[in-house]
Every structure is written in structure tokens, then in C-alpha cells.
């Protein structure tokens, strides 16, 4: 067997998110199902990082196993971008050790948000944004930054998923840079990188950082919140469609 890595695009407006699941229209479906059609056999695929329902990606890596010694990796991407394509794209696509896992190899992903603050919407952008129409306080915004870098438990941000044998599982996550900036006409930026992430934890605090933003609560409010573990306390969900899994960092590599 050999272990190819391909680095993946795709617009999550059409998806229920990346993870296979039977009787929707997944990510994982799709491209497990363009690699059995060109390898002639079922792969399985491992993915850097499972984006929900209409969630992007630009960098996403994933890997799986060919019986081909020699795979024609050329063939291989322009097979999975016909039939994949538009909504999905294969930017490239490479042989790489066995014991290199697109999941448990990576080193750190990094999430973009944008959010539109004008006061009125772009049609163009909003497949990948979120608008908001009151005026945002960027000063605040950027304050609200600092209290997340560093490790914390993030219960306060993010759903916490039991273990199968009923016990609860950590949510302490290593945020190594938080950031906003401004693309110019009022498209805010904001980027993000951790080791990794739990579920929602970008929307999340984005959700917080437009709180912010808006007046509803204060830069010096984020800590406490981040402290307190309470779900409640933090603001509420950004809109999926803005979020974009931009990059995942390996020894050596980023896509």
C-alpha cells in the first residue's frame, strides 16, 4: 500500500460538512467516492480537520491508502477535479511516508473568519462572510484578541462532546495567534491558529469578538468568560458560511 496526501479547496455551502454520513451530501463522501471510481478500490480517508455544515476550506489535508505501488498522481488530480469540481478542487497531491497521518501529524491548523461590516450586504461576498450592518469598534476587537492566546480550557466556547464510555472529554486547546485585520471596504479579517480545535470554538469566539465590537460586552469581559467555562456566558454562534480551514502546519510542511 502507499500513502498519498492531497490538499483540498471547497465551498461547504452545498455540504453537510466534511465527515461521511449516510444520507447526506458530504465532503468525505464525495472524494471517497471519485478516488473508488479512478483507483478501482474503497479507500478510506483521514482528514486535518472535520468543518461542519457550510464550512470552507482552502487547505485542508487529507490522507488514504492505493494499492498502486507507483500511483499516477497527475491522472489522480485532474480525475477528482472533474469529477468533483467546481465545489471541489485538489490543488496537489503527493506519496508520503506510512506512518504520516493527516490528523495526529499536524502540528497546528489555522482557521480564517471574515465578517462584512457595512451597512449594506454584497451579494459576491456572501457565500463567504457574515454581514453585519452596525458599526464594529476594531479598537475593542483587537484587545478582545490577547485573552485567548495560550492554553486554556475552552468550555466557554465550544460543545462539549461526551466519550463513548460516558466520561467527558478535555476541551484545553493551545491558541498560538489570534488576529484581526481589514481587507479594505469594511471586510474584517479574522485569523486564528491553534494545535487544534473543538467543535465551534472559532464561531464561537467570533460570535464573542462581534459582541465586542458591537458594545455588548467589554474587551475585559473575554477572560473571565474564558474562565467561568460557562457556555452561556459567551456570545453567540457566528454564521458557518464565513468560516475557512486556511492552512494545517506539519514538521517541515504547511498547506
Known sequence: MTRIRIVVAYDGSGFHGFAANDGVRTVSGELAGALGRFLGHPVELTVAGRTDAGVHARGQV?????????????GLVRSLNHQCGPEIAVRDAEVVPADFDARFSARARRYRY??????????????????????????????ACDPFIGEH???????????????????VRRVYDASWSDDGDGLLRFEIEAGSFCHQMVRSIVGTMVAVGSGRFRAGDVAGIIRSGDRARAGDLAPPQGLTLWSVTYDGWRS
Open 62 to 74: 487529507v490522507t488514504f491508502d492505493v494499492e498502486a505501488a507507483e500511483p499516477d498522481l497527475d
Open 153 to 171: 480550557d475552552f468550555a466557554a466556547y465550544c460543545r462539549r462532546p461526551k466519550l463513548r464510555d460516558g466520561s467527558v472529554a478535555s476541551l
Open 114 to 143: 471574515l465578517v462584512l461590516n457595512r451597512p449594506h450586504p454584497d451579494p459576491f461576498l456572501a457565500p463567504t462572510s457574515w454581514h453585519v450592518e452596525r458599526p464594529l469598534d476594531r479598537w475593542a476587537m483587537d484587545l
